[in-house]
């Protein structure tokens, strides 16, 4: 396979070509990982507790999430200002870093 084939990311579900691919690959092999920070700029790890810093409208499910509400086991997205979580009501709640704090 060429550098110039395009083949299909079963990771992030997109067409890339064959030499980023390796790239990427070549990262995470590496152990490159994205460090995620919380709004005071504490490191986040997956299953870390944090409390909302203000008053978040989440779009869809026709809630507000108040200040201080405490989310439980987050996961990592491989972004470095999104966090998956979950909320009871909520299904697939992504957080920005920024509006949160660790516990």
Known sequence: MSDDDYVYDEASGEWMS???LKAKQGAAEAGETVEVRDANGNLLADGDQVTLIKDL?????????????????????GDAQEIDCRFEGIKGLVLRAEFVKKR
Do not use: F
């Not at 499910?61 to 989310?71: C, E, P, S």
């Open 18 to 20: 064959a030499a980023d």
């Open 57 to 77: 409208v989440v779009k869809g499910a026709g809630r507000t999430l108040k200040q201080g509400t405490v989310i439980k086991s987050i996961r990592l997205t």
